[in-house]
Nanobody, 121 residues
Framework: QVQLVESGGGSVQAGDSLRLSCAAS????????MGWFRQAPGKDREFVAT?????IYADSVKGRFTISRDYAKNTLYLQMNSLKPEDTAVYYC?????????????????WGQGIQVTVSS
């Protein structure tokens, strides 16, 4: 089991940037893929980005968001630039059940508590 704690959320204006962090503990950090998901009010949780050697992004964030991980700090990041009001959501960090890169929620076995990101126009 992996314990995940997100930080870095907040309220910003459209066009601003934020960087989310996710501190991981438990299983050895390099032995699983990781990802970010988000859930907007009244909507289902959706995939944002994943990293497992390679990276995959949702079309809605491609070119604006960057996922990365620091193995020395056991931390996952999501750099979010050119934020839009439609990026407003609770963002969740997730740890994969294995090493394979994946976008499917079912392939992630551990989740953070979520952190709010609000973008106003």
């Amino acid at each position: 089991q992996v314990q995940l704690v997100e930080s870095g959320g907040g309220s910003v204006q459209a066009g601003d940037s934020l960087r989310l962090s996710c501190a991981a503990s438990g299983r050895t950090f390099g032995t699983y893929g990781m990802g970010w998901f988000r859930q907007a009010p009244g909507k289902d949780r959706e995939f944002v980005a994943t990293i497992a050697g390679v990276t995959i992004y949702a079309d809605s964030v491609k070119g604006r968001f960057t996922i990365s991980r620091d193995y020395a700090k056991n931390t996952l990041y999501l750099q979010m630039n050119s934020l839009k009001p439609e990026d407003t959501a609770v963002y969740y960090c997730a740890a994969g059940k294995g090493r394979a890169v994946t976008k499917a929620e079912a392939d992630f076995g551990s989740w953070g508590q979520g952190i709010q990101v609000t973008v106003s126009s």
